[in-house]
């Protein structure tokens, strides 16, 4: 089955966007099944960002945990370091930025000071 434009709707990122919200928090940060999870959100921010901008804050705050925790691993040589994780939030975070536009993106980091 195609669904085509449709799934942009509000009726179809209202089903989709909570459940993989709800997994996102469910995981951990060092979880690898955070990743594919965070591809696929990813891969709808830029088509979706209307939908989406409700919970950029969200999404930017739970980015930067990943990133902070992960690149401590590193400095640290912790074994445990995960470039992988690094790679996909930073993926995340710059796809947020490009379809929310820099005026969004300012306004954002203005609430979270």
């Not at 996909?88 to 203005?110: H, P, T, W």
Request: charged residues 20%.
């Amino acid at each position: 089955m195609w669904i085509g434009p449709a799934i942009g709707t509000p009726e179809y990122m209202n089903a989709i966007l909570p459940p993989l919200f709800t997994k996102w928090m469910e995981l951990g940060e060092m979880d690898r099944e955070l990743l594919p999870l965070l591809e696929c959100v990813s891969c709808m921010v830029p088509r979706f960002a209307m939908h989406i901008a409700m919970h950029a804050e969200g999404i930017y705050t739970q980015c930067l945990k990943i990133l902070s925790i992960h690149l401590q691993l590193q400095q640290a040589n912790d074994p445990k370091y995960d470039r992988d994780f690094v790679i996909v939030a930073l993926d995340l975070v710059g796809g947020l930025g490009e379809a929310l536009g820099k005026r969004a993106v300012d306004e954002m980091l203005e609430g979270l000071t």
